[in-house]
């Protein structure tokens, strides 16, 4: 098939998933057509069935904002033409579906578009009347949707779906297990903890909803009982208040912001918990990055991160905000070797029977399959 693939290039779940999944795509004989305004960061290496495509917003003096999505469906459009693209797969709906819409109707209705929802596109975006109807839009319009999780489907239909009969196909995200999978890094470990200290790990681009001040009560509590220290890594509104904290609270030998890093998986094997106290979370990438490397996670339970997560088996659930009991659960995990391992080894098992890359790849395939007809 000939595919076009619209997804935000920079940090962040959604435009990781795209780019693993055009990068599935093309070792398995499909032409990939990256359309973005930068080149997908994890789009690092040559592979012959890929191309790249710019978008290039035009920034006329008249406009107050480059009309960046008119561009975007411009450019879709002329890709879609001259490589007969079968149909366009866009990641997050504002404003990819729209302008996968709009570029469909310049080409014609042989052009299908595919719309993958990844979260904030749905539980944040969704709840702004400015965009709300324009999201719907997008989603009436595509000729299949999916989404990452089963409760991103049940939040999406309740936002917008409840009339229409739009069905929208359950696909988990998933990890690449030759990238992601147990190493020894203890080389790298003597730069951040001594022998005695046990690592915790978050990451994330540090918005309110990630509540990464609640990263720091949890850790606060945690290194009272046991000798540990904390990475921080990313960056984002809330960085300077979490440094506050950190400082005030005197940790500040405990705690290293290592900003955005593009290659995470050689940290996360560093740690040996993950938190992600978030307060929405239509999946939770990186804790399934971090079972696809052998370390548990202590995280919140909402969203689509019981799905990911199995509280008592592969990690800790939750509720959002209730730091002592993260706090609790993690000083358990990290006490108790015997239930570390245990948890590690299912968390291993778990990405292998549905988290798969070689899976999740055919799952996207059956969908294009339907909607183009083949
Ligand atoms: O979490 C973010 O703010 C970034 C956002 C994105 O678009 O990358 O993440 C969303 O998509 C990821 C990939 O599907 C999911 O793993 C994240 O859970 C989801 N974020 C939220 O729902 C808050």
Redesign the pocket.
Known sequence: MRIGITC?PSH????V?ATELGKLLAERGHDIHFITYDMPFRLVSFHQNIQYHGVEANRYAVFKYPPYDLSLASRMAQVAKTYHLDLLHVH?AIPHAIAAVLAKQMVGDYLKVVTTL???DI?VLGEDPSLRDIICYGIHHSDAVTA?SDDLVKQTYALFCKSAEKHIDRIY?FVDTKVYFPRDVSHLRRKFSNENEKLLLHIS?F?A?KRPLDVIKVFRKVQKQIPARLLMVGEGPELSRIIDLVNNWGLAEKVFFLGKQDEVSQLISLADLVLLP?E??????VLLEAMACGVPAVASNV??IPEVVEHGRTGFLSPVGHTDEMADYAIRLLQDDAMYESFSKAGLERVKKYFCGCKIVKQYEEVYRRVIGK
């Open positions: 935000y962040g779940g959604s435009g998933v997050y990844h979260g904030t539980t990452v995200n681009n918005r909803v978030s929405k979370e239509s999946f939770g990438l969203g689509g």
